[in-house]
């Protein structure tokens, strides 16, 4: 079983940056692919970027290309997603989710384990 907190959301202006920082525990993370995930009020829960288990690949919904960068630090066990020059519209709970099968998927379905989530608000 795998276990995973996010932290670092906040409340923000536009154009500020912020890290999300996901923690995990119960077992080595080193082959999952590692992603993550935002929710909006009123809206599904979307696809943000995905890592693969040797960090070498990295994949970015089109929005957040160029601002968003995602990594991970597999000895610590840690994934990350430092958010730059953030606008209103990114404002959404962040979610982390691990998928143990070493996919790169965009589908929330293919992900075995999921944080609790953080709110990141961002006004304009």
């Known amino acids: 079983q795998v276990q995973l907190v996010e932290s670092g959301g906040g409340l923000v202006q536009a154009g500020d940056s912020l890290r999300l920082t996901c923690a995990a525990s119960?077992?080595?993370?080193?082959?999952?692919?590692m992603a993550w995930f935002r929710q909006a009020p009123g809206s599904e829960r979307e696809f943000v970027a995905v890592?693969?288990?040797?960090?070498?690949?990295?994949y970015y919904k089109d929005s957040v290309k160029g601002r968003f960068t995602i990594s991970r630090d597999n000895a610590r066990t840690t994934v990350y997603l430092q958010m730059n020059s953030l606008k209103p519209e990114d404002t959404a709970v962040y979610y982390c989710a691990a998928d143990r099968l070493g996919r790169l998927s965009m589908t929330r379905d293919q992900y075995d384990y999921w944080g609790q989530g953080t709110q990141v608000t961002v006004s304009s």
């Open positions: 119960g077992r080595s993370l080193s082959r999952y692919t």
């Open positions: 890592i693969g288990w040797t960090a070498s690949t990295t």
